[in-house]
């Protein structure tokens, strides 16, 4: 098993390119929804010093990303606590929150605004999320954009150890793939994760102690691996042919086996999340927001973007958010209003 250390970006491997965890402990909201506290001694626009245990990142007055382009590969947005409040070139626009995931296939360019509202006024606004960016094959790089909520209320979520058990119920959510009969929710039509051939599986899991859980093995062309964010040590023994077995600490990620893996949570509860996926095997260029198979198509992605703005922008702020008493919905580009159903 090869073991790394986690960063803010963690490794991945085709399919996937890699994994942002932002970790936030706002303060409380102002009236624009950004922070009640100064902003003083930070580089507004760049901040990502995480001063006091939050940061602005490319926000001026609330936290986020303002408009900024894609091409040429898909972002998984998974949300444990805090809010998004989305919009893009499309016109779709959103606000989700707690186990929520926004699909988002970017494919031939979108423009998108990943904007992170304080909506608490007089108590803190944590926030916590997995961007996960997965690539998309060649004969995809171009394909019309889509945007996609995979609401909480519809994630499958598989329980771990006996109802009854004194350290309470461990769950694993499957935000993709499918496991043990569970199906997750559909990607978007275009995604590799859409291909049967991919074997593409996006698993959270919260680990109590002594409670086993096997992951079931995969295909025998299937890279997985797993990333033990929190928690103090987990064990991860291959139950297959391999028969290893390594004691993570926490805050370390590994490759781990197609086979099927058992991991236990050791002292206290562990949080991992595991990706798994038949990798597609092309050429990977990536320049910042442009993720192509050569030098050429980066250039163009440059040259289009310029030229068109992927559609434009049609939003009458780079950082739009919605009011603080707007609840979970997501607008589609053909006009139509969604909201979780529980």
């Known amino acids: 098993m090869a073991v790394f250390p986690l960063a803010s970006q963690w490794p991945a491997k085709d399919p996937f390119l890699f994994v942002a965890h932002h970790l936030d402990h706002y303060p409380a909201g102002n009236d624009q929804l950004g922070p009640s506290a100064s902003l003083e001694g930070r580089a507004i626009g760049n901040d990502f010093a995480d001063v006091g245990g939050w940061n602005m990142y490319h926000g001026s007055v609330v936290p986020g990303f303002p408009q900024h382009p894609h091409r040429g590969f898909e972002t998984v947005t998974y949300m444990r606590s805090g809010f998004v409040d989305h919009s893009d070139s499309l016109g779709a626009t959103a606000r989700y929150g707690p186990g929520d995931t926004q699909w988002l296939t970017a494919g031939a360019g979108i423009v998108h605004a990943e904007m992170f509202p304080l909506l608490n006024s007089t108590v803190d606004n944590p926030l916590e999320l997995f961007q996960i960016w997965l690539n998309l094959p060649r004969s995809s790089k171009m394909v019309e954009p889509h945007f996609k909520m995979l609401w909480s209320e519809d994630t499958p979520r598989l329980p771990v150890g006996a109802p009854g058990d004194s350290n309470g119920a461990s769950k694993v959510t499957l935000l993709a793939g499918h496991i043990?009969?569970?199906?997750?929710?559909?990607?978007?039509?275009?995604?590799?994760?859409?291909h049967d051939e991919s074997d593409v599986a996006i698993l959270h899991a919260e680990l109590h102690p002594d409670q086993p859980w096997t992951l079931p093995a995969a295909?025998?062309?299937?890279?997985?691996?797993?990333?033990?964010?929190?928690?103090?040590?987990?064990?991860?023994?291959?139950?297959?042919?391999?028969?290893?077995?390594?004691?993570?600490?926490?805050?370390?990620?590994?490759?781990?086996s197609p086979g099927p893996v058992t991991v236990t949570a050791v002292d206290d509860t562990a949080q991992l999340v595991i990706l798994q996926g038949r990798p597609i095997g092309e050429p990977v260029v990536q320049y910042g927001p442009f993720v192509l198979n050569d030098r050429a198509g980066i250039e163009t992605a440059f040259s289009d973007y310029q030229r068109t703005g992927f559609g434009g922008w049609p939003w009458e702020r780079d950082d739009p958010v919605h009011a603080r008493e707007t609840g979970r919905f997501a607008l589609r580009p053909d006009g139509g209003r969604e909201v979780p159903m529980a």
Do not use: M
């Open 180 to 194: 043990n009969g569970q199906q997750g929710q559909a990607p978007p039509p275009e995604s590799w994760a859409g």
């Open 219 to 256: 295909g025998p062309k299937t890279d997985r691996v797993l990333y033990f964010y929190r928690g103090s040590d987990l064990l991860v023994e291959d139950t297959g042919a391999a028969g290893s077995a390594e004691t993570l600490s926490g805050g370390h990620g590994v490759e781990i």
